[in-house]
C-alpha cells in the first residue's frame, strides 16, 4: 500500500504485479530488477547478498544502494513491529489488504499469514 500511495504522490506510475511477479521489466522503476532481487536477498538474508549488492551499487550507485537498503529496513522492520504488537488490520481496511495480496500475489509469501483477518479473507472464511 505505501509504494502505490507514494507513486500517486510523486505523479509516478507503477505496476505492483509486474514488480512483485514478474522481472520487473514492465514496472516503470528504473533498475527494476536489481532493485528487486536486492530487496528479496536483504529481506531472505541468502549468500548471494554481496553479489546482488555490488549489482544494485553499479547501477545506481553508493547513494542509491544506500538508499534501497533504508528502504528495505523500514518495510522490514515496520512488519516486524506490526507482528509482533499484535496490530489487527480494521475492518474497513481488510477487503483493501485482501485485494492487494491476490492483485500482487503476495498470498504467495508465508508472511500473508501472519494477519489472521486477511489471511481469513483470502480462504474465504
Avoid: Y
Avoid at 6 to 21: E, H, M, P, R, Y
Avoid at 51 to 74: F, N, P
Wanted: net charge negative.
Amino acid at each position: 500500500m505505501f509504494l502505490s500511495s507514494s507513486s500517486k504522490a510523486i505523479n509516478s506510475s507503477l505496476d505492483l504485479t509486474d514488480a512483485i511477479n514478474g522481472t520487473g521489466d514492465l514496472s516503470g522503476v528504473p533498475h527494476a530488477e536489481s532493485l528487486i532481487a536486492f530487496t528479496e536477498s536483504a529481506n531472505r538474508e541468502t549468500s548471494n547478498l554481496p553479489e546482488v549488492r555490488k549489482q544494485l551499487i553499479e547501477e545506481v550507485g553508493v547513494g542509491g544502494m544506500v538508499d534501497a537498503a533504508i528502504t528495505v529496513s523500514i518495510f522490514r522492520s515496520l512488519n516486524i513491529a506490526a507482528d509482533c504488537s499484535g496490530i489487527r488490520v480494521d475492518d474497513d481496511w481488510v477487503a483493501i489488504a485482501a485485494d492487494l495480496t491476490r492483485l500482487t500475489r503476495a498470498d504467495h509469501f508465508t508472511t500473508a499469514e501472519n494477519s489472521i483477518a486477511v489471511r481469513d479473507r483470502l480462504k474465504g472464511a
